[in-house]
């Protein structure tokens, strides 16, 4: 039996990676230092990984970027627009060349966006996505991969094991810059590079080659599938001497198991952890002399793997193929990982003896093979670990299990139905059409963040801390006043992030020190862990709202992240459903809105910036998961008075395959993302004659440009022709924490006036 590793995190473990990439880009390191930390944290992870006893150990996983990226650098996939860089780097510095697809390029008086950035599968990392044009050409463009197979093999001898994103989804994953042809048909012409790198690597000694091919669980079409079929036949053909093993991971292989087990190369990789049901068919189907790698350890998730659970799939598959065929593995790479759980000095150690981070599941793998091989102490030691998790009063509270376990399908539901509701709010607020408001936050700005760091070392008493706050969030409700807004926020000013602020005041989450993971480029998350049974001990956000609300005679309106963003964000317990787990917040948020409406704020605000990201990758589960999470909002939305409005807001604007459950959310009023498709997107909820209140954002904060009135308005005049004018709002696409104090000023200035331009010149009544 072998054991194998798919990928390893490679910003370092204190995030070397990400520090020394920064320091490049700023000027203030060269290529040579930054090359060493590069070098330096590849061997440090080499070597972690043959300390811990993996067989086959992967090479070329590490990247100054992203995979993808590294491919298309690979495969010449470079558009046209680099031209100019490409000339004007000289050979020596193509790291240049590099940055500039990932980041954009301007300097030398040059100024070329980057490529476009999305979200790799169902993960929260992000991935450059390769442009392709109709006459594409593919030749391997740089040696990356195979100096990297060099310096491995020196370190690692026969375990080194280059891995490189397999043919068919690199072309899947990335997009068609022209029209006229189909990317999946380049296939044919990116086939032969792939046989000459493999071939090459060989050459070079290499024993196995890692195609990671994770489009594998994605509903494929009939072509697709045929080029999986094409690459693989025609890769193995002309290539020998080499193993393939082919990498599945993130779901079940479902409709393409026949396909994938029929691929001609040396072994198959599944993920077990996702989809451990999946098994039962593979091993049914698996011709003779296929090896099938098991990802058994979760690389997802921050749980410590239940060794009896991992043994019975293990063992049965063994029972079928014989020992040789069966490689142990984690589920996916690691780089969904944070790295080391020994550098986690302040977690509650009985909690702890639960968790397992990359570097615990390297020796997870490991030892499952040991105890595959007889180890039974091993074993007792995991299971005396499962077993003290399983029953922890810190895990368990039996009040929480049964208010979720008792859901009526009046907890799910407002009093009374929207237009009800829409009288009442408007004989409340009195709101003028077109009423304007924003986001929430305001620009955190570095003294905001200073003060907050300060409390939190100590400098500054929590009495200090907190007039700060105030006179911030004063000012602000102030300005806003001031311009004109109708609907005012607090500024948020007291929060880091909108999910650990809440996860840190709310029972069953927990928070490490180091637990980073990479997002993109250099940009690293360390998401919250939810350990136990969630519950709110006391009031979250009340103090803030009630003391902004006193500030003014404008409506206030309360700010909460709901439940499946909270879920979405969070490292999640595996012991039970998600969507348990989702119920639990659910209601611990409910009964902060109940308390903010008991004192006396009218709107309040539930963001569900990430319903969209959660959706499964196989649609015929996206109905299940739509249910529960739009029930989930609803169980946060429904607690209080049909006098109350809750708005909801989201990140994002592609709502043409879920807008029936985004109108079952029944929320009184939606904000999301649109200026940047010019509302074409506001096209879903036209055409669905979506109800309730609206507010398309009318302008990017992803940027400082400041858009002028007239922009703004023709965006209003735009939303009115798709929808009744009577149900508009006027805000940003989203918070404007990340922005500076004077654009944000000027750009909402605008909008007001834009506001106020359509009152004058829409018609409300003619579209009624
Ligand atoms: N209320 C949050 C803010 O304004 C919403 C942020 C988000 O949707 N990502 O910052
Ligand atoms: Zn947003």
Redesign the pocket.
């Known amino acids: 039996m072998l054991t194998q590793n798919l990928g390893y995190p490679r910003i370092g473990n204190q995030r070397q990676l990400k520090k020394a990439s920064e320091q490049y880009w700023a000027g203030k390191i060269g290529k040579d230092e930054l090359n060493a930390v590069a070098r330096k944290i590849k061997e440090e992870n080499w070597q972690t990984q043959l300390d811990a006893g993996i067989d086959l150990i992967p090479c070329n996983d590490f990247s100054f970027y992203d995979q993808v990226l590294d491919t298309s650098l690979l495969l010449g996939v470079i558009p046209q627009r680099y031209s100019p860089v490409l000339s004007q780097v000289k050979s020596n510095q193509e790291i240049d060349l590099y940055f500039a697809m990932a980041r954009g390029y301007q300097k030398d008086g040059l100024d070329i966006t980057a490529m476009e950035m999305t979200k790799w599968l169902d993960t929260n990392y992000h991935y450059i996505v390769p442009e392709f044009t109709a006459n594409q050409e593919f030749r391997i463009f740089n040696e990356h991969i195979f100096s990297e197979y060099h310096t491995a093999k020196q370190q690692l001898g026969e375990k080194a094991k280059p891995v490189l994103l397999g043919p068919v989804s690199y072309l899947l994953q990335g997009k068609e810059k022209e029209q006229g042809f189909e990317r999946i048909d380049l296939i044919k012409k990116l086939v032969p590079v792939y046989v000459d790198i493999i071939n090459r690597l060989r050459q070079q000694g290499a024993k196995w080659i890692q195609l990671d091919e994770p489009c594998l669980v994605l509903d494929l079409s009939k072509k697709e599938k045929e080029a999986f079929d094409y690459a693989y036949r025609a890769i193995s053909n002309r290539v020998s001497g080499i193993k393939i093993v082919v990498a599945t991971y993130f779901d079940a292989l479902l409709d393409n198991t026949q396909l994938a087990v029929s691929l001609p190369v040396a072994a198959l990789h599944i993920d077990l952890v996702r989809a451990p049901e999946q098994l039962e068919e593979v091993l049914a189907l698996i011709p003779d002399g296929l090896q099938l790698s098991l990802g058994v350890v979760d690389g997802r998730n921050v749980w410590k793997n239940d060794y009896n659970k991992s043994l019975a799939l293990i063992y049965k598959a063994v029972e079928k193929l014989g020992e040789d065929r069966v490689i142990i593995s984690a589920s996916c790479s690691l780089l969904h990982s944070p790295i080391d759980l020994d550098l986690e000095t302040a977690i509650d150690p009985e909690i702890k003896n639960w968790m397992a981070f990359a570097k615990q599941k390297l020796t997870e793998v490991a030892e499952l093979k040991q105890i595959a091989a007889g180890d039974e102490d091993l074993l007792s030691t995991n299971q005396a670990a499962i077993e003290s998790r399983r029953s922890s009063q810190k895990v368990h509270k039996q009040a929480v299990k049964d208010r979720v376990a008792g859901i009526t399908e009046a907890d799910a539901t407002r009093i009374s139905a929207f237009p009800v509701r829409q009288k009442l709010h408007n004989d409340r607020f009195q709101l003028p059409f077109f009423p304007t408001t924003t ?3 305001f620009p955190q700005t570095d003294d905001i963040r200073q003060l907050r760091a300060r409390f939190k070392k100590g400098d500054l008493t929590l009495e200090q801390y907190e007039t700060a706050i105030e006179q911030a969030t004063v000012e602000t409700i102030r300005w806003q006043e001031e311009i004109g807004l109708d609907v005012l926020v607090h500024g ?1 000013f007291e929060r880091n992030d ?1 999910v650990e602020y809440f996860g840190e005041q709310l029972d069953g989450f927990l928070f490490t020190k180091n637990g980073w993971v990479q997002s993109y480029g250099s940009r690293c998350v360390k998401p919250p862990v939810i350990y136990g049974d969630v519950s709110r001990p006391g009031n979250m956000t009340v103090r803030w709202s009630e003391f902004a609300a006193a500030q003014t005679d404008k409506p206030m309106k309360g ?1 909460l992240t709901g439940p499946v963003t909270i879920l979405q964000w969070s490292f999640v317990r595996d012991d039970q459903p998600r969507d348990v787990t989702t119920n639990q917040i659910a209601f611990a948020i409910r009964d902060e809105v109940v308390a903010l409406e008991k004192a006396g704020i009218g709107i309040v605000q539930i ?1 569900e ?1 990430a319903i969209r990201e959660g959706l499964p990758l196989r649609k015929a589960r996206h109905p299940h998961y739509l249910d529960w999470a739009v029930k989930a909002f609803r169980i946060t939305a429904s607690g209080v008075q049909d006098q109350t409005q809750i708005h909801t ?1 989201m ?1 994002y604007s592609e709502f043409n395959n879920i807008i029936e459950h985004i109108a079952a959310m029944d929320a009184d009023v939606i904000t999301i993302e649109t200026s940047r498709s010019q509302m074409e997107l506001l096209a879903a909820f036209a055409n669905f004659e979506y109800p309730n209140e609206i507010g398309p954002g009318v302008y990017d904060i992803h940027s400082p440009r400041v858009p002028s009135t007239e922009e703004m308005a023709s965006l209003l005049a735009k939303a009115a022709d798709l929808l009744p004018a009577r149900n508009l709002w006027v805000n940003p696409d ?2 404007l ?1 990340t922005r500076k104090w004077p654009e944000t000023k000027a750009a909402l200035i605008n909008m007001v006036a834009a506001a106020k331009q359509a009152r004058v010149q829409i018609s409300v009544e003619s579209v009624l």
């Open positions: 986001i929430g936050s948020e909108m700010m963001d910036a807001h990140c989203c918070g924490k």
